[in-house]
């Protein structure tokens, strides 16, 4: 089977900095990426690794660990508008189908 | 910035009836998806698309489903008759080979309603 788990919610405070994790267990794994939804929205990418350790994008950074089938997103600076539904999903072949996981709703707070 | 596009936007049908989603990829990319996500639940693969053919399906696109690409532009999702467990936000999405084909740009989604 495959799955993918993540929290279910996350609460943080403006400015702060935020991490969700995702451990999977895949059949096959290419690399893990994230997408960020807001409510009514299509996921829109934000970060992927194919490789272990740590890509950063401006604000936000995500890392992978292959032999612990895990990684996390890493949000910094949060800012209101970084309240959405967070995916992380998993490249098991090389049809580059996504599994995804069931997503963490971040909520910040002023 | 290229984007991918969807129409219709919403779509009301009457449970058994044929629907057709449309999607428009971005225009040097060639990989090509359907996904599907019920409101509050997780996205889900169910087909991708690549040289005029499937690449992959998953258990949930059976026989109802189809997809095509009629010309150069565009992308379709058939499903022949509805059912009610059909109604979701549809999805579509490509990649392409300037930002590696694992890097997919979804479209904004074509809502699904069967009554």
């Known amino acids: 089977g495959q799955s993918l788990e993540q929290p279910s919610e996350v609460t943080a405070v403006e400015g702060a900095i935020v991490q969700i994790n995702c451990t999977y267990q895949t059949s096959g794994f290419y690399g893990l990426s994230w997408y960020q939804q807001h409510d009514g929205g299509a996921p829109t990418f934000l970060s992927y690794?194919?490789?272990?350790g740590l890509e950063e994008t401006g604000r936000f950074s995500s890392f992978l660990s292959r032999s612990d089938s895990y990684g996390y997103l890493l949000l910094q600076e949060l800012q209101m508008k970084d309240s959405a539904s967070y995916f992380c999903?998993?490249?098991?072949?090389?049809?580059?189908?996504?599994?995804f996981g069931s997503g963490t709703r971040l909520l910040v707070r002023p | 910035e290229p984007e991918v596009t969807q129409t219709p936007s919403h779509q009301v049908t009457q449970m058994g009836q044929e629907v057709i989603l449309r999607c428009v990829p971005i225009s040097n990319h060639l990989y090509f998806y359907w996904y599907r996500q019920i409101l509050g639940q997780k996205v889900e693969f169910l087909v991708s698309f690549y040289n005029n053919e499937i690449s992959e399906k998953s258990e949930i696109f059976d026989d109802q489903f189809s997809v095509e690409r009629p010309d150069g532009s565009n992308f379709t999702l058939k499903i022949r008759s509805t059912k009610l467990e059909d109604s979701a936000m549809y999805f579509c999405a490509s990649s392409g080979v300037d930002q590696g084909a694992e890097t997919q740009y979804f479209g904004p989604g074509t809502r699904l309603l069967v009554l």
């Open positions: 690794n194919a490789l272990d």
């Open positions: 999903a998993v490249y098991g072949d090389s049809s580059y189908k996504l599994i």
